[in-house]
């Protein structure tokens, strides 16, 4: 059986972002420089699992070259998983949570919330578990 892993890098342009003109280190030429987000993707079987490092560069307009340059050098991206299947899932739980915190369903677990901090349901649990404690018991005496 293959397992097929590996990485991916995409390059986005920052709205907004630096520019900088200046030569190209690689290429020679004087260029205007834009500031772009790189972001790396674990994949599996060529599905994007999981973004696990992102980065701004400054690329080069003319050959497209990235380099790390001062302008840029101190600045970490947020690293967000859209998407990815961790994406999905984040966005599937928060979904879940809005629909459960929302409408009457919200208050009915609110209702349950408040039961419980009152401590009413901690007594009916309490009932409840000794019913169920005596119940084994006399099942439990029947089969000796």
């Not at 600045?75 to 859209?82: A, F, M, N, T």
């Amino acid at each position: 059986m293959w397992i097929i892993i590996g990485d991916r890098s995409r390059t986005e342009p920052v709205a907004g972002g630096a520019t900088a003109r200046r030569p190209c280190p690689k290429c020679g030429a004087m260029a205007t420089f834009h500031e772009h987000r790189v972001l790396k993707t674990f994949r599996l079987y060529f599905v994007d699992i999981l973004n696990h490092d992102a980065r701004h560069v400054m690329v080069c307009g003319r050959c497209h070259a990235a380099f790390i340059t001062d302008e840029v050098a101190g600045r970490r991206p947020e690293l967000d998983q859209r998407g990815t299947v961790v994406g999905a899932l984040q966005g599937a739980a928060r979904r879940t949570r809005d629909v459960a915190t929302s409408g009457a369903i919200g208050d009915a677990v609110r209702k349950g919330r408040a039961a419980i901090e009152s401590g009413a349901v901690t007594e009916q649990l309490g009932d409840a578990a000794a019913q169920s404690r005596d119940a084994l018991r006399r099942l439990w005496n029947k089969r000796r």
